[in-house]
């Protein structure tokens, strides 16, 4: 089985720190005007024999550097600002590449009914 997990980025260069499953997918970025915050939905299997595996991702605005080996996910919108956000993937040695601001360990978010 497998199921989908909802995480908030941080913006500003920060470095976001995600425990996931091996076997993980990002599936979609969105910009959630109320929280005036980055989302990104992770797809990954449930099964808790599976090891976890840390990665990290960055928020930037349209025309941020960023080094040529992260990996591009996604882009948020935020339609009534009328800015982008682009989510990376963080490959390789994060310290010194990036001005970050901090380090930022998220959790999923728990399901609101």
Not at 3 to 29: D, M, P, Q, S
Not at 82 to 91: G, L, P
Not at 92 to 103: I, Q, R, V
Request: aromatic content about 10%; proline content about 4%; glycine content about 8%.
């Amino acid at each position: 089985m497998k199921t989908i997990h909802k995480f908030r980025l941080e913006g500003g260069k920060v470095i976001n720190t995600l425990k996931l499953r091996e076997g993980y997918r990002a599936v979609r970025c969105e910009y959630v005007v109320p929280d005036k915050c980055v989302y990104l939905w992770v797809e990954q299997p449930l099964n808790v024999d599976i090891a976890t595996v840390v990665r990290q991702f960055v928020v930037t605005f349209s025309g941020d550097p960023v080094p040529i080996h992260y990996s591009y996910v996604d882009t948020a919108i935020d339609t009534l600002g009328a800015e982008a956000y682009h989510v990376f993937e963080v490959s390789g040695a994060a310290t010194g590449e990036m001005l970050a601001k901090g380090e930022v360990h998220a959790e999923p978010l728990a399901a609101a009914y």
